[in-house]
């Protein structure tokens, strides 16, 4: 028995592994200078990073944040004013570092002042209020941040596409595995003790706000890689562009979408909330928001805690279904 | 576990089918007998106004060119329709640089037509398509930016910032001495635009003896200004070029009406050319001054006419259109020219000749980039009249009289 | 006082403080009410306010009725939109927890928005009344007219929904609920009949500020985000759940933000706001007007 | 049928996997008062929750009045006259004396008697008139209780069900509350009663249960069940 659950685990891995080496073999056969496939890849493996690091702080240990987009932001700045001052160079790994650094430093900041005192809707509120207070920062930042004219890079660096891919493949296999290890660990443990009972979990000697900052840190570290792989990817860093709600919003939603607190949620969330935007815009380009708009509240009226625990509860008529459709389709072409 | 792991294999087969369809999608590029140009607008959010008016005009453009039967290609000895994509950017920088990618490498485009709004939709475009080697027929982004990214697959077409500056201050000149504004306040938005405008603004105004008494920045979306109404009383400015928004703008006259702030003359930028700006405000939008890339009163062929199916179909007049239009009248000039539908070529064509447009001959130089004059505008009743370039204008500017003598 | 030339700018600028303020405030009841009741950060509501908006326009232009007639005809088709909002979706998802209903209302916000845009395009639309633009003196001090006739509806409006909540028993269950959901359910109380209840009053209140927003702006489909954004402030500053709390929560801002505008710079008023609202979060989470606000 | 005013059949109660109630069976005659007893975790309150339909029972059947209460709500079992008072009181503590009482009247068909139920209350609680206007929040402990049950009493209940009602207070409180819960049963309300305090409760009940991880032990005459030996050793020999 226990063999029998071992091997099913490896087919599990053996799968994963599949996956990764499809995605790492897909620029050698499509030409990514003109593949929308490579480019659509890229986008979404920055928004499963976001999307890992938000269900972090949030899906796992429970505390909803709302101020992504600020580590993100601070990533993007702080490559930007590096690159420019010439402290670091086009695809530095240093400029990585500081760009994820920086947004680790913030978040424990942040995490300290808000995450000790503020719980649930007031944590939310207090970290979507950071963001806020970031952009306006850097539209008044003067030379150092250009204001909102914003910091325009040397885009003739650019080389090829695949620099981008790889790294946020890169990217986003680091953020997964730390989080499979994470969960894994005791770590995991105390960060969902916390978010089913935090008192319970402070009872029993859970150093409650270290653990919470930990998880808020580390989502921040990610967070602030894709926003300096963004600025790379942009050329130009400016408060509308890089500060954007945008980058909480479709993250959280794809978590939320795919069920947060569960590893595979928020991948499969943005597989399926990147498709369905892709799809509408090409199928109905006038209407496409409304879709969008459409998509998200139906999906909560009837999926309401995410894809996976839908999956979960109903894997057995899910199964079912798929097995008779099959059925009758090989009948048919029988 | 068993279940477990079956469901996962479902989950990557559904994944898989959902990709090889997107392959497939991705890599079906509609190679036909036509010219596909792409451009991505701001169809949807807040620079909707703009980008719709824009697609207007662009789709005339590809109208009128295949009812005549499309464009004269040599490479393929016949004439060949042209098929526009325009897709939508959702007025927001990292939208426009995926819809960009989209155009290249979905949609197979080589040629693409500007977008609109600088900073937000522009300059990413700008950036993306020269990644990839396409040609991007630019406009509305300012020339020091341009050239800044040393773009060679670009060209731009755009008003000239060292005519527009100084074209205010000479409006103002144009007035008899005793009703000219002395003491000048400068209000503008927290944007892209509105940091560049304002500095160039503060340098003109000095070259042409103004002294600014006020400097304001308006925040983008912000709905009270009565902190920058009061403080253009106390300095006492009596001059006001404002760049804004138009709900912005229309919140800041009201506010000016309210407190009894009268200016001479009050230049507006970007908010006050829409037609909305005039119905938001009635009467009191008489005398403010609009910029406005051309005017259907210009005296070249075809300006009239594309003025008056705007007016017939959306009963308003635009002081935009017409650069649009004669943005689409250039490429495919340079496509014919250039016989070719190559992005080199048709760039080559761009730099190397004259072109007869709704706005004008446009000439490009060696760098990529032609200038046009920007016009000026007076609300007047209810209608925009043309005040600048002063060689073309019908019309001259009045001087405001005071809220309360109107 | 060296940072202001006279008191009467001073003045002048409490008092547009007040009126802009007014506007948070009355998003920001609504928003309050529905949040109290239910845990729900309803961040459609300025996207509601909006879609009101539009209705007036619409009316305006049809029946050419003045907008403050228009009330009249808004409260209680959004008091029945409220109604078939919260039986029709949120009733269901609440149960899954606040993310999700957090989810739900932005994915309305984008619906709403967007077909908005689909059905009236993204024209600037504004209504023009008689006192558009009109104002009068007191002394060195400007009044503008249709401001006030904002902060007084808005004033009135608080003060009905603060009657109602204090004096009908439909009133008290609803700040019962807010409470304690299990016991009202033993007392006799259907919570979510009372959730009903307080999401329609909720969207009426978002009604009534979409005609405030009539008559004050020019409105675009994505005008409403912001006010979304500064009624959370609001209602922070004023307590959250606390009707009278979120109006006063929303004037504080609205003087706030002028004061700071007017002395330091508009550029910077915002980030004062938000550094005045995380602290107000971090050391009087009960709101600045604390046990005032605890009553309602 | 015996007209009981309420009965449980075989009532089955679970949280998810795990068996709060199994099983269990009684009933309580009109005008008595019935006592639960038993230890902490023993599925006391969970069977007040199931009979007010707070949470939801996974087999079995209640009938009040002879009549079945299944898929009903619980404000219809308000309305039909069964009234709980939670364990911990759970006032509205941001609400006002006066308005909590008001509260409990919140049945439509209990509203017409509201002044009148005040009236009653206040002389059944004279301290609660001192407090009218006070937020409920700032009463002593003894006073909630008083509050709670003048609330549940405002809907006017046929069966009135205490949770609980003797926790936290001071001895003497406690006696007070016993002698007014036996005098509202003299008035003709049914009391279901659900103590830890065994003793006291035991004095006032006529009839008691004895329950144990869910299910019922024995039950008897309280007088003769104070007799049993096996009583003595199972619950009041743990306590005493």
């Not at chain 2, 060209?155 to 008899?176: A, K, R, T």
């Not at chain 3, 909006?50 to 008091?79: G, H, K, T």
């Amino acid at each position: 028995m226990l063999r029998l659950n071992q091997m099913k685990v490896h087919t599990k891995y053996i799968a994963g592994l599949i996956v990764v080496i499809f995605f790492v073999l897909c620029p050698l056969f499509l030409n990514s200078e003109r593949s929308y496939f490579i480019y659509f890849l890229y986008t979404t493996f920055i928004y499963i990073t976001i999307a890992q690091g938000w269900n972090l702080i949030a899906g796992y240990t429970g505390q909803v944040s709302l101020g992504q987009h600020a580590f993100f932001g601070l990533g993007a700045y702080i490559t930007a004013i590096t690159w420019r001052a010439g402290l670091t160079g086009y695809f530095d790994p240093l400029a990585f570092l500081l760009s994820g650094t920086g947004a680790l430093l913030l978040a424990a900041i942040v995490g300290v002042v808000l995450l000790s005192k503020l719980r649930d809707d007031y944590f939310s509120l207090g970290t979507l209020g950071i963001g806020e207070i970031l952009r306006v920062a850097a539209l008044n930042g003067g030379s150092f941040t250009e204001g909102a004219a914003g910091i325009s890079l040397n885009s003739t660096a650019y080389k090829s596409m695949n620099h981008y891919y790889y790294t946020a493949l890169f990217i986003m296999l680091f953020t997964l595995v730390v989080i499979v290890l994470l969960i894994r660990s005791r770590v995991g443990l105390a960060l969902i003790a916390i978010r089913e009972d935090e008192t319970a979990a402070s009872a029993n000697g859970i150093p409650v706000l270290r653990y919470k900052i930990l998880a808020f840190s580390i989502g921040a570290f990610v967070t602030g890689l894709c926003g300096s792989l963004n600025a790379y990817y942009i050329f130009h860093v400016h408060p509308p562009g890089v500060l954007s709600l945008n980058w909480v919003v479709i993250p959280v939603l794809m978590c939320i979408l795919g069920g947060a607190g569960t590893f595979m949620g928020p991948i499969l969330g943005a597989f399926v909330l990147s498709i369905a935007f892709e799809l509408t815009s090409i199928w109905m380009p006038e209407i496409h928001p409304i879709f969008s708009g459409a998509f998200i509240v139906l999906v909560t009226l009837f999926m309401p805690s995410g894809i996976m625990y839908y999956i979960t509860n109903h894997k057995s008529m899910i199964m079912r279904r798929l097995r008779l459709t099959v059925f009758k389709w090989m009948n048919q072409k029988a | 576990m068993k279940q477990r792991s079956i469901l996962y294999r479902i989950t990557i087969r559904c994944l898989f089918i959902l990709f090889i369809g997107f392959l497939i999608t991705g890599c079906s590029k509609g190679r036909g007998k036509e010219i596909i140009i792409g451009s991505h607008l701001p169809l949807s959010g807040p620079g909707g106004l703009v980008g719709l008016e824009q697609k207007w005009a662009y789709d005339q453009a590809v109208k009128d060119i295949n009812d005549a039967g499309g464009i004269y290609v040599k490479e393929y000895d016949a004439k060949v329709p042209v098929r526009l994509i325009a897709i939508d950017d959702e007025s927001d920088s990292g939208k426009a640089a995926a819809a960009v990618e989209r155009l290249i490498k979905k949609d197979g485009v080589e040629l693409i037509l500007s977008g609109s709004n600088g900073a937000m939709g522009v300059l990413p475009g700008m950036i993306t398509a020269e990644k990839y080697k396409v040609y991007y027929h630019g406009t509305l982004i300012w020339l020091e930016t341009f050239l800044e990214h040393k773009f060679k697959n670009c060209s731009l077409y755009n008003f000239d910032m060292g005519q527009v500056i100084p074209m205010c201050f000479e409006v103002w000149n144009s007035l008899p001495k005793d009703q000219r504004p002395k003491r000048p306040a400068i209000f503008v938005e927290d944007s892209f635009d509105g940091k560049m405008m304002g500095d160039a603004l503060t340098m003109f105004a000095k070259k042409f003896k103004y002294n600014v008494v006020l400097h304001q920045s308006m925040g983008l979306g912000a709905k009270d200004f009565t902190t920058q109404v009061i403080k253009a009383k106390s300095a006492n400015a009596d001059g006001i070029i404002c760049l804004a928004n138009t709900p912005e703008t229309v919140t800041l006259v009201r506010q000016l009406k309210e407190n009894d702030v009268s200016f001479k003359v009050f230049q507006g930028f970007k908010g006050t050319w829409p037609t909305e700006f005039y119905k938001s405000l009635g009467k009191d939008a008489d005398y403010i001054l609009c910029d406005g890339f051309w005017s259907e009163d210009y005296p070249f062929k075809g300006a009239k006419e594309i003025g008056q199916r705007f007016f017939d179909k959306y009963e308003k007049h635009s002081t935009s259109v017409g650069l649009y239009y004669a943005l689409c009248q250039i490429l495919f000039q340079a496509i014919e020219k250039a016989g070719s539908t190559d992005p080199v070529k048709v760039r080559q064509a761009i730099t190397d000749n004259e072109f007869n447009t709704v706005n004008g001959k446009v000439k490009y130089d060696g760098r990529g980039v032609a200038l046009y004059t920007s016009g000026n505008f007076q609300w007047m009743n209810g209608k925009q009249q043309n005040i600048y370039p002063f060689n073309l204008a019908k019309y001259k500017i009045k001087a405001a009289p005071p809220w309360k003598k109107r | 006082m060296s940072y202001f030339p006279s008191l009467a700018v001073f003045f002048q600028i409490i008092i547009n403080g007040t009126f802009l303020g007014t506007m948070y405030g009355v998003a920001a009841i609504g928003l309050s009410l529905i949040f109290g009741c239910m845990q729900v950060l309803f961040i459609a509501q300025g996207t509601m306010m909006i879609l009101a908006a539009y209705s007036v326009f619409w009316l305006v232009y049809f029946m050419s009725i003045d907008p403050l007639i228009s009330i009249l005809i808004i409260i209680p088709v959004f008091l029945v939109l409220g109604w078939i909002m919260y039986k029709g979706m949120f009733q269901r998802v609440s149960q899954a927890g606040p993310s999700s209903t957090l989810l739900l209302a932005f994915g309305l916000m984008v619906f709403m928005e967007s077909m908005m845009l689909f059905i009236w395009s993204p024209n600037i639309r504004s209504v023009k009344t008689s006192y558009s633009t009109s104002a009068f003196q007191i002394g060195d001090i400007t009044i503008s007219v249709s401001r006030l006739i904002v902060t007084v509806v808005a004033g009135i409006a608080t003060c009905l929904v603060y009657l109602f909540l204090k004096k009908t028993m439909t009133g008290k269950a609803i700040r019962g609920v807010s409470e304690d959901r299990v016991t009202g359910m033993l007392l006799g109380i259907n919570p979510n009949r009372v959730s009903a209840i307080t999401f329609a009053i909720g969207i009426a209140m978002a009604g009534v500020a979409g005609v405030a927003t009539c008559l004050i702006y020019p409105f675009d489909p994505y005008f409403g985000f912001l006010f979304s954004l500064k009624a959370l402030i609001a209602i922070a500053f004023g307590g959250l759940g606390s009707v009278g709390g979120a109006l006063l929560g929303g004037i504080i801002l609205g003087i706030l933000e002028s004061l700071s505008s007017y002395t330091i710079s508009p550029g910077w008023a915002d980030a004062i706001a938000y550094a005045a609202f995380i602290l107000v979060l971090i050391f009087r989470p009960q709101g600045l007007l604390g046990k005032a606000a605890d009553k309602v | 049928m015996e007209n009981h005013l309420l009965e449980l059949r075989s009532v089955d109660v679970s949280y998810g996997d795990a068996q709060a109630v199994g099983n269990f069976s009684f009933y309580i005659d009109k005008g008595k008062i019935i006592t639960l007893v038993g230890a902490n975790g023993a599925g006391k309150s969970t069977i007040l929750n199931a009979i007010s339909k707070i949470i939801p029972t996974s087999s079995g059947e209640i009938f009040f009045s002879g009549m079945s209460t299944a898929g009903l709500k619980p404000e219809d079992i308000v309305k039909l006259g069964i009234c709980q008072v939670p364990e911990g009181r759970h006032l509205f503590t941001k609400l006002t004396v006066l308005e909590n009482l008001e509260l409990g009247a919140y049945p439509v068909h209990t509203r017409p008697f509201m002044k009148d139920s005040i009236e009653k209350a206040f002389t059944l609680f004279p301290i609660l008139k001192e407090r009218i206007n006070q937020s409920s929040g700032t009463l002593s402990g003894g006073e909630q209780q008083m509050l709670a049950i003048a609330r549940a009493l405002m809907a006017r209940p046929k069966l009135l069900m205490l949770d609980e009602p003797s926790l936290g207070l001071a001895p003497k409180v406690v006696s007070l509350l016993f002698k007014t819960i036996k005098k509202l049963n003299n008035d003709g309300v049914t009391i279901l009663l659900v103590e830890q305090n065994v003793h006291q409760a035991m004095e006032i009940a006529d009839y008691a249960y004895v329950l144990q991880t869910g299910t019922c032990k024995m039950d008897g005459h309280c007088h003769d069940l104070l007799k049993n030996s096996d009583f003595k050793n199972t619950i009041l020999g743990i306590r005493e």
